[in-house]
Nanobody, 123 residues
């Protein structure tokens, strides 16, 4: 079993900053990718940022230059620093991990999500 537990989030005014963190635990052999998705009320879930185990990053266009994803491989933890927040960033943010659990099958990976944490940006 693998668990992803998020922390951070909350309420902030437009233009403010928040930081999220997510720790993965359980039967982990390798974490190939970690990232953050978000889902706003009435909208589909979208991928916000992803980071590979070697540090390569990808961002949703609307957050480029404002959000920064990072990870600590030794702690199996991913972070999302969110600056210049806008009301449109209001959503539930979910941590995501693409994880290999069986060292005998390193090519077999599964995707896991955390429970989500609410981020609300007031105008």
């Amino acid at each position: 079993q693998v668990q992803l537990v998020e922390s951070g989030g909350g309420l902030v005014q437009s233009g403010g900053s928040l930081g999220l963190s997510c720790a993965a635990s359980g039967s982990i052999f390798i974490i190939n990718f970690m990232g953050w998705d978000r889902q706003a009320l009435g909208k589909e879930r979208e991928s916000v940022a992803t980071i590979s185990k070697d540090g390569s990053t990808m961002y949703l266009d609307s957050v480029k230059g404002r959000f920064t994803i990072s990870r600590d491989n030794a702690k199996n933890t991913v972070y999302l620093q969110m600056n210049s927040l806008e009301p449109e960033d209001t959503a539930v943010y979910f941590c995501r991990g693409v994880i290999v659990t069986d060292p005998r099958r390193p090519g077999l990976q599964y995707q896991y999500w955390g429970q989500g944490t609410q981020v609300t940006v007031s105008s």
